[in-house]
């Protein structure tokens, strides 16, 4: 297991009226996180917010090309990113334990905070297809060619973990530095893992390991 420090590249916020940063996504173009009663976007050129959703946001976000998934305790909602209007709800897999959120391939991936499980479920029905057991509290949840992330907050630390996708076991730890905590997590397809900041209304993007990066410097 490889193990480093984080390397914050930049920060966002704090945001205006915001108390909690939660889940955080990424659509392609901006970057969007769960404020407790509404679900904002933030331009990562400018930092500032571009829109907001009145929608209840309490934890993980997520995006599928198309529509954002949003936790709002113990449901998850499709969101129409255009309109805000809720599409279609199914039930979160821990009834409101739930904390991170993320979309690859047709399903969910969904934390399960204390319980230190991740959970893949059915996007349409919410049934849980299977279960990985993490060793350390769990925030976000991010998939990025092929490798599955999640963010921890336990205790006093917070760090990013890769984890195999078929067995749990971690391949790779990015520590962040004291007082610094994930409360979610979203990459941006590229060299950024973006990290919501919990109480300090802030989002990080942490620089993506290079390790986690080899195969696209070989092409």
Known sequence: MKRSNAEIVQEYGPFADIAHVAGVSHDGQHIWFAAGETLKAVDPDSGAVVRSLDVA?????????????????????????????????????????????????????????????????????????????????????????????????????????????????????????????VSGLESDGAERFYCGGATTCKIRAVRRPRRAMRHEEAS
């Open 57 to 181: 946001a309490h934890a993980g976000t997520a995006f599928d090309g198309q529509h954002l998934f949003q936790i709002a305790e113990d449901r998850i909602q499709k969101i129409d990113p255009a309109t805000g209007v809720v599409l279609a709800t199914i039930p979160a897999p821990s009834g409101g334990a739930d904390s991170g959120l993320a979309w690859h391939e047709g399903t969910l991936w969904v934390g399960e905070y204390r319980a230190r499980r991740i959970h893949q479920i059915d996007a349409q029905t919410g049934a849980i297809l299977r279960s990985l057991e993490s060793n350390r509290f769990v925030t976000g949840v991010t998939w990025v060619d092929g490798e599955l992330w999640h963010g921890t907050w336990e205790g006093d630390s917070s760090d990013l973990r890769q984890l195999d996708p078929a067995t749990g076991a971690v391949l790779e730890v990015v520590d962040l530095p004291a007082g610094v905590f």
